[in-house]
């Protein structure tokens, strides 16, 4: 794969992880990229961002088939997390003159990672003439880590936003347009649920502070995934306000693992009384489904019911051990309610309702607990149960139609 042109004098010049298949311990079956992109100025050459260790030698060689490396004047850093900070020195030993520079916030960062590597601060008051291309900055704490930076280049409008706008898809296409703009806005959501869900009101701020700026905006290139164009900005910028404002609907999702098959029975149950209800459902047994999948599903669900059945006097650890996921990404203004069976004793719904209600969750019913094999008649009581909690998901969207 080689160099792609990304827009006037800007270039694709990243690494293609086609074999990632966990990033921060959620799954990544798509893989990802790590994009770096070329600015060529009549008098400077950029390097924007640079690529995981293991990637530098693909980096290298792309950016070869545009200038040689030796040329590159200055390296901008917008994020110091590993993925795209960890093979900065081995790409300097390829152009040792290049000046570094990154967030106020990012230069002690960069500097420790680099063993005391000299980093010039930029800001929003700095800008770089390469030559016909000017440079700017805009730090953008928390999306994805404190130092996280924008750059921006005027002459040919376009943003490089680090993780803002990425997904994990690696592929053979650059743009968004080119692998389809409906699967590059899911891959979007997911990445945007597992990432960016705990600092959602940061990425708001920073859609808020580029819209502001009044920055032209032709390419969004961020450095995970596909490059967004044309059509496809609108579509990015409109599901990062969505999601950014908490838009939910009236929507449950329901996370269970089972024992025996008795919790999955009574998952079923409930979802078949949401639907009735008038509910839009989503059920999944963790058992079988990743949970970025999972978490990808809450961006907009009002509701989120967990099941366990009871072992060892508590939940199943494959449902603790989403709890703690579920606590991470923080989600806000959420309805949730608990089920579950046991055999001889109990205690799986009350650890799972503590837990929820510890996250910040708002518990919609009394917890459902059934003891050993459904019956017909407790399949009737779960399923008017999901009733139960339909109508205060019902409730909740009524009483909250803005859900900002
Ligand atoms: Fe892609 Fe926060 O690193």
Redesign the pocket.
């Given at each position: 794969m080689r160099a792609v042109p990304v827009s006037d004098g800007i270039w694709w010049v990243g690494g293609v992880d086609w074999n990632l298949r966990d990033f921060h311990g959620y799954e990544t079956p798509r893989g990802t990229t790590y994009n770096a992109y070329l600015v060529i100025g009549k008098d400077q050459v950029a390097l924007i961002d640079t690529v995981k260790t293991a990637f530098v030698p693909e980096l290298l060689s792309r950016i070869a088939e545009v200038v040689d490396p030796s040329e590159i004047d200055l390296i901008v850093v917008n994020?110091v997390?590993p993925?795209?900070n960890s093979g900065l020195r081995h790409v300097m030993a390829a152009c040792p003159n290049a000046r570094v520079v990154a967030s106020k916030a990012g230069v002690p960062s960069v500097a420790e990672y680099h063993d005391g590597l000299t980093v010039d601060e930029v800001g929003p008051d700095d800008v770089i003439d390469l030559g016909g291309k000017t440079l700017r900055f805009m730090p953008m704490p928390m999306v994805?880590?404190p130092d996280s930076m924008f750059t921006y280049c005027a002459e040919s409008a376009t943003l490089m936003p680090n993780?803002a706008f990425?997904q994990h898809m690696a592929s053979a296409e650059r743009f968004a347009d080119e692998v389809g703009l409906d699967l590059a806005v899911e891959e979007l959501g997911i990445y945007f649920a597992n990432i960016l869900m705990p600092v959602a009101k940061m990425v708001g701020k920073a859609v808020d502070k580029v819209v502001a700026a009044g920055w032209k905006l032709d390419v969004i290139a961020p450095?995970?995934g596909v490059i967004w164009r044309g059509e496809g900005i609108g579509r990015a910028i409109g599901a990062y306000e969505t999601w950014c404002a908490n838009t939910l609907k009236d929507k449950a999702v329901i996370v269970y693992a089972t024992m025996w098959g008795s919790t999955d029975s009574l998952a079923k149950a409930i979802a078949d009384g949401m639907v009735a209800a008038g509910i839009d459902v989503s059920l999944y047994d963790l058992s079988v489904t990743p949970i970025a999948t999972v978490t990808a599903d809450l961006l907009d669900a009002r509701a989120i019911v967990i099941g366990s059945p009871t072992l060892h006097h508590g939940m199943l650890y494959k449902v603790a051990g989403y709890m703690q996921y579920l606590a991470g990404v923080k989600p806000v203004g959420r309805l949730g309610a608990a089920f579950g069976s046991f055999g001889w004793g109990g205690g799986a719904t009350k650890q799972i309702t503590e837990r929820l209600e510890a996250i910040g969750l708002t518990m919609c019913a009394e917890p459902f607990t059934e003891k050993f094999r459904p019956t017909t008649d407790d399949l009737d009581a779960a399923q008017e149960w999901g009733g139960v909690v339909a109508k205060a998901i019902k409730d909740a969207g009524a009483s909250a139609p803005a859900d900002a």
């Amino acid at each position: 794969m080689r160099a792609v042109p990304v827009s006037d004098g800007i270039w694709w010049v990243g690494g293609v992880d086609w074999n990632l298949r966990d990033f921060h311990g959620y799954e990544t079956p798509r893989g990802t990229t790590y994009n770096a992109y070329l600015v060529i100025g009549k008098d400077q050459v950029a390097l924007i961002d640079t690529v995981k260790t293991a990637f530098v030698p693909e980096l290298l060689s792309r950016i070869a088939e545009v200038v040689d490396p030796s040329e590159i004047d200055l390296i901008v850093v917008n994020h110091v997390e590993p993925d795209h900070n960890s093979g900065l020195r081995h790409v300097m030993a390829a152009c040792p003159n290049a000046r570094v520079v990154a967030s106020k916030a990012g230069v002690p960062s960069v500097a420790e990672y680099h063993d005391g590597l000299t980093v010039d601060e930029v800001g929003p008051d700095d800008v770089i003439d390469l030559g016909g291309k000017t440079l700017r900055f805009m730090p953008m704490p928390m999306v994805h880590w404190p130092d996280s930076m924008f750059t921006y280049c005027a002459e040919s409008a376009t943003l490089m936003p680090n993780d803002a706008f990425g997904q994990h898809m690696a592929s053979a296409e650059r743009f968004a347009d080119e692998v389809g703009l409906d699967l590059a806005v899911e891959e979007l959501g997911i990445y945007f649920a597992n990432i960016l869900m705990p600092v959602a009101k940061m990425v708001g701020k920073a859609v808020d502070k580029v819209v502001a700026a009044g920055w032209k905006l032709d390419v969004i290139a961020p450095s995970h995934g596909v490059i967004w164009r044309g059509e496809g900005i609108g579509r990015a910028i409109g599901a990062y306000e969505t999601w950014c404002a908490n838009t939910l609907k009236d929507k449950a999702v329901i996370v269970y693992a089972t024992m025996w098959g008795s919790t999955d029975s009574l998952a079923k149950a409930i979802a078949d009384g949401m639907v009735a209800a008038g509910i839009d459902v989503s059920l999944y047994d963790l058992s079988v489904t990743p949970i970025a999948t999972v978490t990808a599903d809450l961006l907009d669900a009002r509701a989120i019911v967990i099941g366990s059945p009871t072992l060892h006097h508590g939940m199943l650890y494959k449902v603790a051990g989403y709890m703690q996921y579920l606590a991470g990404v923080k989600p806000v203004g959420r309805l949730g309610a608990a089920f579950g069976s046991f055999g001889w004793g109990g205690g799986a719904t009350k650890q799972i309702t503590e837990r929820l209600e510890a996250i910040g969750l708002t518990m919609c019913a009394e917890p459902f607990t059934e003891k050993f094999r459904p019956t017909t008649d407790d399949l009737d009581a779960a399923q008017e149960w999901g009733g139960v909690v339909a109508k205060a998901i019902k409730d909740a969207g009524a009483s909250a139609p803005a859900d900002a």
